[in-house]
């Protein structure tokens, strides 16, 4: 699998619902970020945490990481229709470029 | 709050001719980026510019691409002779020279159909 993949690639939960998506990567990083993408629409920065962080909040946001395993989650907790979007994570090993995964596309239903 | 913005939101071309993205980043941001996401697929870097120059570029920035910074607020991309394969929405990003931990902040892409 290449840098930044995810899994699942599609969720489909009910409103109210978590939702967990999961990041896999398999270089050493500087960070790992997660943005959300509407339909066709541009990148919106949710969060970002860095290589010596295990957990991060920000409002429904959880995000972990465990670069042992060279691995992320995004837990987006009592989801809304509002948050049906395309979720990517992206690495960032020296500060420079970041490295997109596949995405992970969630639908909430209502 | 500033944003990166990007002009135009969409540009068609025909195959051959020559397009320009152009986008302001924020202002007193120093690293900007080029990405590019075909349609279903995953978003892939480009290109990084920092002092001017070309700090990093990925194998798919062959000659046909090219950036500029015109001035003192305008970053472009230019392919000079674009094909069917280059149709993607293409994002540009900035980020601040100091800031920790290194966000970028991404603007609202350019959608390119190449005809």
């Known amino acids: 699998s290449q840098q930044g993949e995810e899994d699942p690639q599609a969720l489909s939960i009910q409103e109210g619902e978590n939702a967990t998506m999961n990041c896999s990567y398999k270089?050493?990083?500087?960070?790992l970020q997660w943005y959300r993408q509407n339909s066709g629409r541009g990148l919106v920065h949710l969060i970002l945490?860095?290589?010596?962080?295990r957990e991060k909040h920000s409002g429904r946001l959880r995000v972990t990481l465990d670069t042992s395993k060279k691995s992320s989650s995004l837990l987006i907790t009592a989801s809304r229709a509002a948050d049906t979007a395309s979720y990517f994570c992206?690495?960032?090993?020296?500060?420079?470029?970041?490295?997109f995964g596949a995405g992970t596309i969630l639908r909430v239903k209502s | 709050e500033p944003e990166v913005t990007q002009t135009p939101s969409h540009q068609v071309t025909q195959m051959g001719q020559e397009v320009i993205l152009r986008c302001v980043p924020i202002?007193?941001?120093?690293?900007f980026y080029w990405y590019r996401q075909i349609l279903g697929q995953k978003v892939e870097f480009l290109v990084s510019?920092?002092?001017?120059?070309?700090?990093?570029k990925s194998e798919i920035f062959d000659d046909q691409f090219s950036v500029e910074r015109p001035d003192g607020s305008n970053f472009t991309l230019k392919i000079r002779s674009t094909k069917l394969e280059d149709s993607a929405m293409y994002f540009c990003a900035s980020r601040d020279v100091v800031a920790d931990p290194y966000e970028q902040y991404f603007g609202p892409g350019t959608r390119l159909t190449v005809t």
């Open positions: 202002s007193n941001h120093l690293y």
């Open positions: 510019f920092y002092n001017n120059e070309i700090s990093e």
């Open positions: 945490i860095r290589s010596n962080e």
């Open positions: 270089t050493s990083i500087n960070n």
């Open positions: 992206a690495t960032d090993r020296y500060g420079n470029k970041l490295v």
